[in-house]
């Protein structure tokens, strides 16, 4: 049967994803027994969650607790939403009530929400270039002509960003929000600097713009000083936060949350309630226990980061032993760090015959891009691989790198 | 702030739903203290679930499979893939393939992923009348006309259907697909006949439509005899499946799936990877070893299912106890009855009355029809409440019956 006809035409905004092609064709290649090192997750490592620990909590859960095999509300557990405002003041600055927190599946669930009662066919959104590209394909398949605006050490490019506003006010088109990943930015690595926080703050007031501040990475980070999120500094209501416990309990588990106020909170909420009625009910009781046990410290803080940290540094001195002179970020959050190839080299070559030839696999950063720019980029993630197989994934792309360029 | 002037127009479509509001309304009572018997669940009961069993297994899944914290391919284990084909088969006389099933954020997950890629604003959407209120709250959400054909103890009337039919392509509106619960409907709890499922096979066949099947309540058959549902009786890859083990497992699960083939699968899958990734991975496990184990033989069909059995017998009796005379719906599938008040009764009236004077707590008809008509008729749940709450829930709402009628 021909379903074409069906189709709607909104199907005709959805595209593939770069990333899920490379993560196909990975999968063919160790279905044919092929071994193969991965730099190319966007996960943390399952020896870093502890998982006997969770393993015993979720049988006390289900077995103690009959309402942990039903629904819960549409906006989460009452307990863990007043959970989550106490935890977010505590290691965010954030001030919120558990009113404004509504769980969702993930933080993809929560950015879905947010396109799905922002974003009208036509509607440009402006993100950072580059950006996550499963939410800049999560907008465009709600019909969003996404805008990027370069990132630097210190994240999205303020100046830029103010001249692209005014250029598309000026055509006359819809603008409703800012898309940025303050905090350990996905694919580059960046943190966004205190003073680019404020600017970027200031000029979505001057025009009356919302935010939305995606905090996936917000538990991720590595230095000591505290970096407060956007949420943090704004006092107008104009920040909305999506985060997320899949950095810390595992990405399985699919529970994210949306702070949002007022009429904002409720659309949300009333467009949630019949398309995907709650978040995973043990999920949430999982996350609840993790959270009032003390176990984000326990375990995460004191044993998850510092072996995150580790890693990092593993990889950035690979970098620095093998490709000498190579440009690439230099994280102080997040998972990734961004591999410049020299200028004009085709990454998404580079990395098809470094994985078809080396059997290392890593994400081009080309699909992360808005533009034709970051041609020559390669995502390269390290909280997931061990430090033998950074070490020798690393070792293995510079020796590819030494035979093309 | 005032967060109006951002929100999409498509947030207008957005309506708040009658059955969230009873919920609502029924909380704040408990929260007071009030006791309440319900017969509004949407659910199936804790104490026919093998909490214990599954609380052993999630122990034993988390301790021992790493990958168990971590995401799973968009859709979903591979492995469980395969196993729901054969139970499929084995149970539903499906014949289906791993690769055209989709493991989604339960059925109400599958039901959105196909609104998304299906319907266009404006496109009308054919439905049964009364069909369940969530589906049709999605549907218009993404900017569906609803229309609905009446249903009688045998299913939704198929030559009304066709009539329907003609009128909305003379009309020149775009028709995708038809909306059916063939099976232990929502609300009314009928089970169509096999001849209506043959005719409404045949006319979407001469009208080139498409069936959208929510096989919700497939599990929860009272009867021996077998009621094969549209799908296997399919043989022109018409009709797309919407399935779910939340009546087995539970519903907090969120493990679902749509079968779908061709285009149409590529297209749900392309919509579903960067708006959900995946169904919550432990879930997916739990499914996985349940159905592996024969935990569906030995626990749901064996224990369950004849629990359930009993419940809804026992809420018959007091309907005809308490209740000579009334008319209602006799399943043979699902967890509801629909009982009609007399003709011109106000049924949100009188479940406001019922729950503030009496304590029982059931849903108005009404919201679930797509029409003006059902203003008497009042859902009742069987599957959750225990025999007790059952009979004292249907002699209160007697008491009130006879008071005011």
């Not at 800012?178 to 694919?187: A, E, K, L």
């Not at 917000?218 to 407060?228: A, C, L, P, Q, T």
């Not at 080309?366 to 997931?384: C, M, V």
Request: proline letters at 5%; aromatic letters at 8%; hydrophobic letters at 40%.
């Amino acid at each position: 049967m021909r379903y074409k006809k069906f189709l709607a035409e909104r199907a005709s905004w959805i595209k593939g994803s770069a990333l899920a092609e490379v993560m196909k064709k990975a999968s063919e290649l160790q279905s044919r027994g092929v071994k193969l090192i991965s730099l190319a997750a966007g996960d943390p490592d399952p020896k870093l969650i502890p998982r006997e620990v969770l393993g015993g909590l979720t049988g006390e859960i289900l077995r103690g607790i009959p309402a942990s095999v039903m629904y819960t509300p549409a906006n989460g557990l009452p307990e863990l939403r007043e959970e989550i405002a106490g935890f977010l003041r505590k290691y965010e600055s954030i001030d919120t009530s558990p009113d404004e927190i509504i769980i969702t599946i993930g933080g993809t669930g929560a950015l879905d929400l947010l396109g799905r009662v922002l974003i009208d066919p036509g509607d440009v959104v402006i993100t950072e270039n580059p950006s996550y590209i499963n939410t800049l394909l999560a907008f465009e398949q709600l019909g969003a002509k996404v805008e990027g605006v370069p990132v630097d050490e210190d994240g999205i490019k303020t100046e830029i960003l103010e001249e692209k506003i005014r250029k598309i006010i000026s055509r006359g088109q819809k603008l409703k929000f800012i898309y940025t990943i303050p905090t350990g930015q996905n694919p580059t690595g960046v943190t966004m600097s205190e003073e680019r926080r404020k600017a970027l703050l200031e000029i979505a007031s001057e025009h009356d713009i919302l935010i939305i501040e995606d905090a996936a990475y917000n538990f991720m980070k590595y230095e000591d000083r505290e970096i407060k999120p956007l949420k943090a500094l704004d006092k107008e209501g104009r920040v909305v936060v999506t985060g997320t416990l899949s950095k810390v309990l595992g990405t399985g588990f699919r529970v994210g949350w949306v702070i949002a106020e007022g009429e904002l909170r409720d659309k949300v909420l009333m467009e949630k309630s019949p398309i995907d009625f709650c978040a995973p009910t043990i999920s949430q009781y999982i996350a609840l226990e993790y959270l009032k046990r003390g176990y984000f410290e326990k375990y995460h803080l004191k044993v998850g980061l510092p072996g995150y940290r580790e890693k990092k540094d593993a990889m950035i001195s690979s970098l620095k032993e093998y490709l000498p002179g190579a440009e690439f970020t230099v994280p102080i959050a997040g998972m990734f760090i961004m591999l410049f190839l020299p200028e004009n080299a085709d990454g998404m070559a580079f990395a098809r015959e470094l994985m078809e030839r080396k059997g290392v696999v890593v994400v081009p950063g080309k699909p992360f891009y808005t533009d034709e720019s970051g041609r020559n980029a390669i995502r390269l993630n390290f909280s997931r691989p061990s430090r033998e197989e950074i070490e020798e994934g690393i070792r293995k792309l510079a020796e590819l790198y030494k035979e093309r360029f």
